[in-house]
Every structure is written in structure tokens, then in C-alpha cells.
């Protein structure tokens, strides 16, 4: 199938990767005492020169307790990321969220995960 939205990135770096792997156990991600997302469904993402990312299904998180805010960011592999606050409250933790909305062919299947910055969530890795 002829690619209609391929990277650009991979033109000029046709050896980098963006490899995406199941996560064989179940992850939970909590913040400001909440359960965020819990799931059997996560994906591994190993990129490039950069430390491996839990991507997790849109359908398990709890979208309620995220808020929508105006950052975006640019990949030439990924795409156009768009950002969520946790908001709990009157507490909330800004940009900890990001996903792709319509990512870029060679990562398509993104566009159903979002992901958490580790440094501003609590991650747990459960079960065998």
C-alpha cells in the first residue's frame, strides 16, 4: 500500500527507527492521587537516540481528568503532538501528556496511544 502520509524525517535518516513492541504486563500510571490509566494494552515505543517511551490506549485513560492546553510539538518520524494537563481539582500538572493525532504512516498506530513524562507521573508495572 502506497504510503499517503509518510515522515520526512526518514528521508534524510533512513536508518532511524521508531519500533513499537507490546507490553507483556499490566501498567498503571497515577498522579496527584488518582489512577489515570490502567491497562494490559500498552506499547514500548524505542526510538532513535532516546530512551524508551509507554505509549497507552486512549480508551483506557481517564480523559476526564485531563484538560486539553494550547502546546504542540513537532516530529519529523511522529508527527504533530498535541498536550493535556492533569487537572484533579485545584491541582494539576501541566504538558504531562502528549499524543498523536494523526502521526505519520511508518507510526500509525500511535494515533490510539498517548503517553505520560515519567518525571511527572508515578508509573507502576504490574503482574507476570
Known sequence: MAKTNPGPGYKDYPDYRVEMMPVQKSVRVEALGKVIVQTDGALEVNETRHQPVIYFPRR?????????????????????????????????????????????????????????????????????
Open 60 to 128: 483506557d485513560v481517564r480523559f476526564d481528568f485531563l484538560q486539553e492546553n494550547n502546546l504542540t510539538t513537532y516530529c519529523p518520524f511522529k508527527g504533530e503532538a498535541r498536550y493535556w494537563n492533569i487537572r484533579i481539582g485545584s491541582e494539576h500538572i501541566g504538558s504531562a501528556v502528549w499524543g498523536y493525532d494523526a502521526p505519520y504512516d511508518e507510526v500509525s498506530e500511535l494515533a490510539g496511544y498517548v503517553a505520560f513524562y515519567g518525571d511527572r507521573v508515578d508509573a507502576v508495572i504490574m503482574g507476570d
